[in-house]
């Protein structure tokens, strides 16, 4: 487990023994230019879920293929800048690293 994935797990008391990855949205620009992509809101309807600013959601391993497919729905049509495209790729290394170990995603916006 690497610096900045310790210190998410501390930050959010997840337990030790999970697996945690991490990546971060590098600052407010690249994340405004992904939610107006309407990335998160097609996840949260096609999975049921609320991801949105401050809230914490999490893609359970039921649900992860799923998820993988908006992911590879938006790859294919993003248009974005490098930097928003790299938040896509990340959460797609998340889902991918989930679903080989069995567990489930959280999204802290």
């Known amino acids: 487990m690497d610096h900045e994935a310790l210190g ?9 023994g999970v697996n945690v990855s991490f990546f971060e949205i590098s600052n407010e620009i690249v994340f405004e230019g992904v ?10 309807k096609q999975l049921g879920l609320m991801i949105d600013d401050y809230e914490e959601e999490w893609i ?3 649900k992860l293929q799923d ?15 490098l930097e928003e495209v790299k938040v ?3 959460l797609e290394r998340a889902i991918t690293t989930a679903i080989k170990h069995k567990t489930s995603v959280a999204i802290i916006l």
């Open 88 to 90: 896509i790729n990340g």
């Open 67 to 81: 998820a993988l497919k908006v992911v590879h729905k938006f790859k294919n049509e993003f248009c974005g800048n």
């Open 8 to 16: 998410a797990m501390l930050g959010n008391c997840v337990d030790g």
């Open 35 to 44: 939610w107006r992509s309407g990335f998160f809101a097609e996840i949260n």
């Open 60 to 62: 359970e391993y039921e």
